[in-house]
C-alpha cells in the first residue's frame, strides 16, 4: 500500500493524489505541513531532507520527494497506456507537458499569484505586481488553450501524466478571488475535469485554512 505525508491542501499533495486515483491504488495518507507539523520532525527529516510535502513510500520501497518525480513514478509502475505511453516518443511528448505544466505553469501561479491574493490584506497588495504575474500566468495559459484546440486533453483525447500536473492548478485559479480573461478551450477543459470523481475528491478541496486567521 502507499502512504503518502501531506496535507490535503497542498497543491503538490493533490497532484499526487489525483494520479493516485485515477490509477486506482489503495493508499493512506497522513496530514503534514504547515498547520499540522510533522515535516519538520526528525523522524520525517530522515526521509525528506527538505521538510516539504508530499512524501511517498510503496511498500517497502525507499522515501520518494518531488511531487513530479512521484508522479512519474506512479505512472511508470502502475500506469498504462495512454496515461504514460509505452512508445518512447509518445511518453516524451506526455512527459514534456507534463514538465511545462510543473515548471512553467504552476511555479508562475503558487509564489506570485496564489500566496499573495490568500494571505496579504487587499489593501497591502501590489496590484501592479499582481497585475503582472496574472498577465504572465495567462499567457502560459493561452499556450495551453491553443494546444487544447481539437482535442479533449492536453496531449489528445484521453487523460495523461500531463494533465495531472497541469489541470490540478486550475481549481485554484478559477476559484481565487481575481479577474480572469477568457480562454475558451481551458474553460471547457476545466468544465470536464470537475466532473471527474477523482478530480473532485483529491483537487476540489478548500484552500481556506491557508488563509491568515
Known amino acids: 500500500m502507499l502512504k503518502v505525508w501531506g496535507r490535503a491542501s497542498?497543491?503538490?499533495?493533490?497532484?499526487?493524489?489525483?494520479?493516485?486515483?485515477?490509477?486506482?491504488?489503495?493508499?493512506?495518507?497522513?496530514?503534514?505541513?504547515?498547520?499540522?507539523?510533522?515535516?519538520?520532525?526528525?523522524?520525517?527529516?530522515?526521509?525528506?531532507?527538505?521538510?516539504?510535502?508530499?512524501?511517498?513510500?510503496?511498500?517497502?520501497?525507499?522515501?520518494?520527494?518531488?511531487?513530479?518525480?512521484?508522479?512519474?513514478?506512479?505512472?511508470?509502475?502502475?500506469?498504462k497506456d495512454p496515461f504514460w505511453p509505452e512508445d518512447p516518443v509518445a511518453r516524451a511528448d506526455v512527459d514534456r507537458w507534463a514538465e511545462w505544466g510543473k515548471v512553467s505553469v504552476q511555479t508562475n501561479f503558487n509564489g506570485p499569484i496564489f500566496w499573495p491574493v490568500i494571505r496579504e490584506p487587499a489593501g497591502q497588495r501590489d496590484n501592479e505586481k499582481l497585475k503582472n504575474a496574472i498577465a504572465l500566468f495567462e499567457g502560459k495559459l493561452e499556450?495551453?488553450?491553443?494546444?487544447?484546440?481539437?482535442?479533449?486533453?492536453?496531449?489528445?483525447?484521453?487523460?495523461?501524466?500531463a494533465d495531472i500536473q497541469f489541470g490540478h492548478i486550475l481549481y485554484r485559479y478559477f476559484e481565487l478571488e481575481i479577474e480572469r480573461c477568457t480562454l475558451p478551450n481551458i474553460a471547457r477543459y476545466y468544465d470536464m475535469l470537475t466532473s471527474l470523481p477523482a478530480y473532485q475528491q483529491h483537487v476540489m478541496i478548500s484552500f481556506e485554512e491557508l488563509r491568515p486567521k
Open 143 to 161: 499556450i495551453a488553450d491553443r494546444q487544447l484546440s481539437g482535442r479533449k486533453c492536453l496531449v489528445g483525447d484521453e487523460l495523461t501524466v
Open 10 to 79: 497542498s497543491a503538490n499533495v493533490q497532484c499526487v493524489m489525483w494520479c493516485i486515483a485515477e490509477l486506482d491504488l489503495p493508499y493512506e495518507r497522513i496530514d503534514a505541513g504547515l498547520m499540522y507539523g510533522v515535516n519538520r520532525s526528525d523522524e520525517y527529516l530522515a526521509m525528506n531532507p527538505n521538510g516539504t510535502v508530499p512524501t511517498l513510500i510503496d511498500g517497502d520501497g525507499p522515501p520518494l520527494w518531488e511531487s513530479g518525480a512521484v508522479v512519474r513514478y506512479l505512472a511508470n509502475v502502475y500506469g
